[in-house]
């Protein structure tokens, strides 16, 4: 049991956003998730994986955007 195990608030805070998106990725079963009791615990390496597999990366070189358009 190496990983650390998050609240929804912490992970809220962690993402920068309330608890109700980390709530409702856990409804949509979108994040990987773990019930103590009624309390529901999200493993750091799951956060970890959602903002690895949702991050956009930057298009790295502008004129070749414009010539696959043209």
């Given amino acids: 049991m ?3 195990y998050l609240s929804v608030d ?3 805070e962690l993402l920068g956003t309330s608890s109700r998106f980390p709530r409702r ?3 949509e079963r979108r994040i990987t ?3 103590v009791g009624r309390h ?3 493993p750091e ?3 970890d994986a959602y903002i690895t597999e949702h991050t ?3 298009i790295s070189c502008r004129t070749s ?3 696959a358009v043209a």
Avoid: Y
């Fill in 33 to 35: 998730f773990v019930k």
């Fill in 2 to 4: 190496k990983d650390r």
């Fill in 40 to 42: 529901v615990r999200i």
């Fill in 65 to 67: 955007r414009l010539k």
């Fill in 10 to 12: 912490q992970v809220a």
């Fill in 25 to 27: 990725l856990v409804a």
């Fill in 56 to 58: 956009v990366e930057p």
């Fill in 45 to 47: 390496s799951a956060v």
